[in-house]
């Protein structure tokens, strides 16, 4: 227990699509360890919303032909009612759009303002000509400056995943209608982030969480930081203090929110908002993805305005289905009300498999074949089988529970398991806590095996009645630990014990108080197997779907395959000229540590050995790369990506990052004309 009060939150869903078990990877584990801290004893409040700007959510508005703020409360309540669904109870979830987080941005912007933490730019951006209008974010597609891939909005979705500030992206063209944008000037104002790269470096290392945000984050801050454009030209978002044309960048007022929302649940309870904010520890839950925002932008921002930045940010591994890359445009995804709740599935299933699978910085795959396989061997065969057996023979055998203490062996074991799932927990070990609690069940089930109170019953009643006994204890012991991970399936345990409050009410140390009731409630099977013909039903679900998508993106049905529109722009043959093309071969290539999408490409181009940084390492693999012959520009501007110098730019085509390469062998250094 920690006497400190600690404000939890979880990264904001963005409200223009519907929740998928991406999501859940960063909510079930901060549900889990929200219920198990607060059962110990800590003062910790739970907070979460939905994260409403930004043009995305305009985009779907106008395909759609409604308002962003009915787009937003769409898929809001749909948020809310999934995370309800799943057992996933915040203190409060908000919407960044109400009144308070208006408020609330506003004056931390206008503090920061006053301090002198941002500036005014005159920039070039992007205007369509034909919709009239500045191109923000997902409003422009382009080409990235620095890896050459292309890009949207403000990041290289499909290169080195860099961010990509107004103005930078090359070859605009407007999202909406594919028109060639042109260049005109706007005013914009800039976050000065780059003058707290020495707060940050002394900040960082203090940084709780795991150790994947903390490290990603130092090594940012050591290669580059750049000051931030936060205004966009839009209508929708919090209007910037004193202009009436610009809204604040949606990864200013999104993270503020947490801070509005802590304010709306104190107001609605009586409480203190400052003191989780500016006395206590602050938790965030994000996804690997984000990692940037909360550990460099957001505790930057917080700094320059006189907050508290975060305590500890833990950083969720990606989500793979089958194996596969998770991707909603390939029909590689699990929808969690479709795919799941719909089906009548358990809650419990779910937040168990997420939580019990791996590491939680480590990427989850997720199979239904496996699913199928924990849920049976781990809770029905181990954790169930138990509780049921224990709690059967006493109902069976004895009809009321067996009047003798339980013996000081069991009440040792018990405790030795609550001090490695409380160290766990605390850790953000959350697969450590759930495997000491299913030990717990493990051992009462090999207690209970190996002294078989079925056959002592009849020469030895006293010593069965021991035995079971003893049981009890370990299944209440399991009832109580196990409720933040399977909130629903422990009360129906707790309440098969013959107790008739609720578990989430009772403190973990009741597991060390010896069991008291003399009779148990109605003692029924605790989880139900998942048969072969139901996943196999939705394995044929998710098939059929990822099938679909490959049509679809093929050109067959009623849609066409999709091709970029050729440039508008007549260059002529001495603009080619320009381009100094070499056969390169490369003699060595390695990942760029940190980076999920970045080689670091060793090039023989004849006349030396050229460093290269491309962004194609979710396409190749180092080894792959190694003695292939590329063509190389080698009279580019050196650029460089984390930190890392790079002397030129290979060629490749299409999503897939195609290789374009010489079809026979000619020597390094070969000029291509």
């Known amino acids: 227990m920690t006497n400190k009060p600690t404000v939890v939150t979880c990264g904001l869903p963005y409200t223009n699509g519907f929740c998928h078990l991406g999501h859940l990877r960063t909510y079930i584990p901060g549900d889990f360890y929200v219920r198990y801290l607060r059962r110990l004893g800590d003062d910790i409040v739970f907070i979460c919303g939905s994260d409403n700007h930004g043009t995305p959510i305009v985009v779907t508005a106008e395909a759609e032909k409604t308002t962003p703020r009915a787009v937003s409360e769409t898929y809001h309540a749909h948020f809310d009612n999934v995370f309800k669904s799943m057992g996933i109870a915040f203190d409060r979830f908000g919407m960044t759009d109400d009144p308070t987080n208006h408020h609330r941005t506003a004056s931390i912007l206008q503090t920061l303002i006053d301090r002198g933490y941002v500036y005014e730019q005159t920039i070039q951006q992007s205007y369509c000509p034909s919709c009239k209008r500045f191109l923000p974010d997902r409003y422009v597609e382009g080409t990235c400056p620095y890896c050459g891939k292309h890009a949207r909005g403000d990041e290289c979705d499909s290169g080195c995943g860099r961010h990509l500030e107004p103005g930078e992206i090359l070859d605009p063209v407007c999202a909406t209608c594919g028109t060639k944008a042109e260049l005109r000037e706007q005013k914009h104002y800039y976050f000065k982030l780059s003058s707290f790269r020495d707060y940050l470096l002394e900040y960082l290392p203090t940084l709780g969480g795991t150790l994947n945000a903390k490290n990603y984050a130092i090594g940012w801050v050591e290669n580059e930081l750049k000051d931030w454009c936060i205004t966009r030209m839009m209508d929708w978002g919090v209007k910037f203090p004193g202009s009436d044309d610009l809204v604040c960048y949606v990864w200013v007022d999104a993270p503020i929110g947490y801070i509005s929302f802590t304010e709306e649940w ?36 917080l700094h320059g305005a006189g907050y508290q930045p975060p305590s500890a940010v833990v950083a969720s ?28 599935l358990p809650a419990d299933y779910l937040r168990y498999y997420l939580l019990a699978y791996t590491s939680h910085t480590r990427e989850l795959d997720f199979s239904w074949k496996e699913f ?14 138990f509780a049921n057996r224990s709690m059967s023979l006493v109902k069976t055998k004895f009809g009321e529970v067996p009047q003798v203490p339980v013996e000081a062996e ?12 409380e160290e766990a927990v605390r850790a953000f070990e959350f697969k450590a806590a759930v495997d000491g609690i299913l030990l717990l069940a493990a051992y009462g089930n090999g207690y209970i095996s190996n002294a078989a109170p079925w056959k002592l019953i009849k020469e030895d009643p006293e010593a069965a009645a021991q035995i079971l006994k003893n049981c009890l204890q370990i299944v209440k012991a399991c009832a109580l630990v196990m409720q933040p991970v399977m909130p ?8 098969m ?21 003399t009779t148990l409630g109605d003692v029924k099977p605790l989880f139900a197997r998942i048969e ?7 394995e044929a679900l998710l098939a059929k779907r990822a099938e679909d998508s490959k049509k679809k993106a093929a050109g067959k049905d009623t849609m066409e395959a999709v091709i970029e529109p050729i440039s508008e722009e007549i260059i002529t043959i001495d603009d080619v000229a320009k381009l100094d093309l070499r056969v390169g071969r490369v003699v060595k290539a390695e990942r760029v540590p940190k980076t999920t999408k970045l080689l670091r490409l060793q090039v023989d181009i004849g006349t030396e ?4 940084v491309s962004g194609i390492a979710d396409v190749y693999t180092p080894e792959e790369m190694v003695d292939k012959k590329i063509i190389v520009v080698v009279n580019l501007k050196p650029a460089k990506f984390r930190g890392e110098e790079s002397n030129g730019m290979l060629f490749a085509a299409g999503d897939e990052a195609s290789l374009l390469i010489p079809l026979k062998d000619v020597p390094e250094g070969t000029k291509v004309h």
């Open 410 to 421: 069991i009440f040792a074991e018990i405790e030795r398991s609550l001090a490695g799932i």
């Open 497 to 517: 014990l013959g107790y008739t409050d609720l578990v989430e009410t009772r403190p973990i140390s009741d597991a060390l108080v010896p069991f008291e009731n």
């Open 609 to 612: 050995v050229r460093q290269i």
């Open 372 to 385: 199928q396989a924990r849920i049976n061997n781990e809770l029905v065969n181990t954790f169930g089988n």
């Open 266 to 301: 104190a107001k609605a309870t009586n409480n203190s908002w400052q003191k989780y904010w500016c006395e206590g520890d602050r938790v965030h839950f994000i996804g690997s993805d984000i990692i940037y925002h909360h550990c460099v932008f957001w505790p930057a921002m």
């Open 317 to 344: 591994g990606m989500v793979t289905i089958d194996g596969e890359k998770f991707s909603k445009s390939k029909g590689n995804v699990v929808w969690t009300k479709e795919d799941y709740l719909d089906k009548g």
């Open 532 to 538: 072969d013909k139901q996943r196999e039903e939705m």
């Open 488 to 495: 629903e399936s422990s009360q129906k345990l707790w309440e």
